[in-house]
Each structure stands twice: as structure tokens, then as C-alpha cells.
């Protein structure tokens, strides 16, 4: 198949499927719950309360893969959500099996790259990932990764901390004014989150699984996507002001 008609066509789902029938364009599949990080703005860092942290198992990812891959799903799927993915060692077999499954779609991972080797991300590729984003957490120039980034630009995108926004992780971060309570939010219209439970959660935001909106376990994800209560809130979202009506948004400046 062409590139360039893969990408066509890959764009003209992901509109079809977002703007048309209302699903969502991206899809955090976390597979593995641990990092061996703890940055100061992160959940994982210890002065946040701690929460069960495990590895998804292997029949819940395909099951999640294989239900994309019957609406020829083409947005994006991400196996990760605040783990550090290149951890997981299926990592390249699941990613192999997502683009096997759902070859329109955009494999990308996020990583603080301090696993990340040449030889790996030429496997990564191999096996189908599109982009690996590395965030530099250190202060000093990660040489390796930014010559990476040089050598393969159409797969790896380098930033530093500096260059990303630090969102308040709902209003868990920081103590401050939120100038965006009156925004409307969007966040849970496009993203699909899965914890390594299976559980279905609000948003990406959603750390300790407050807003849980069923188990991939138990329902196919078109089910829990289009249920009442999913539904509701994220009406309550798209309205100005919206925020308010929900705990976990009130401070949030996402």
C-alpha cells in the first residue's frame, strides 16, 4: 500500500469516525503501570497518595486492539498512560499486533527515553510504531536522544521538559487561581483512557480511577463509550462553565 494513500485515507477515517459517528481519535492503552521515575510534577512521585499499580494482561490489550480493529478504527493508539512503556518487554509484539489489527492508525509512545537505544526504536519501527515523543525530565541535553531524533525525524520527536506545558493533574499539582473553570473541555469527546485494570476512566487526568465508566473486561468499548452516564459527562464537558458540575475538573487546567 502506498504511504501517501495510507495517510489519505487514514485522515478521512479518523474525521469520519470523530466528527461523524462521535468516537474518539485517541485511544491511552496502559500496559504497564510502574516508572522508574518520580518527577515532582508526576502522580508517581511519593508526595502523591499512592495507587495500585500493575501490568495489563496480554488477552485484555488484544481484545482492546480487536475491537478497534472492527470499526477500522485510525486515530491514535498510545500503550501507555503514567507508566514508562519501554519498560514493558511486550512492548514491540503489542505494538506489532495494533498494526497488524488496525493498519490505519497512528502508533505513537511516549517515553522519558532513558531506555531508548538505536536498536530498540529500529525494532519499535520494525514492528510498526509511527513516533516515540522522549521528554528530556533532566537539565542536562540528552546527546544519544537528540541524535536519534536527528537521525530518524519521522519517528522520533525530542523535547525538554521546558518545551511542554505542566498541567495541574486536575488540580492535584498545584494551588493555584484555575483561569480555564469556565473553558469547555473536549479532552474526554476524543480520548479514549484504559487503565491496566481494564478500567475505563474520565480522562487521562483521572490517576486514581475517581470516574470509572466500566471495564473493558466485561463490555465492548462501544458500549462503554456510548453509555448513559459516559454520555453525560461529557455533554456536562463541551458546556462553558461545565467544569464545575464535576469534582475532578473544578481545578483542572487542562
Known sequence: ????????????????????????????IETYGHCNRECNFCFNNNSFPNRDKGIMKEEVYYKIIDELSDINYAGRISPYFYGEPLLDKRLEKFISYARKKCPYACIRVNSNGDYLTEKLLKKLIKNGLDKVLVTNYDNLEKKDILKLSQKYPNHVIYRTVKDMHIANRAGALFDKENKKI??????????????????????????????VFGNVKDEPILKIWNNDKFKKYREILKMKGGRKKINICKNCDF
Open 1 to 28: 500500500m502506498y504511504p501517501l494513500f495510507k495517510k489519505i485515507k487514514g485522515k478521512l477515517l479518523r474525521h469520519y469516525q470523530n466528527k461523524v459517528l462521535g468516537l474518539f481519535n485517541s485511544t491511552n
Open 182 to 211: 469556565d473553558e469547555v473541555c473536549l479532552r474526554p469527546s476524543n480520548q479514549l483512557v484504559v487503565n491496566w485494570k481494564g478500567n475505563v476512566l474520565l480522562c487521562c487526568n483521572d490517576y486514581y480511577e475517581k470516574y
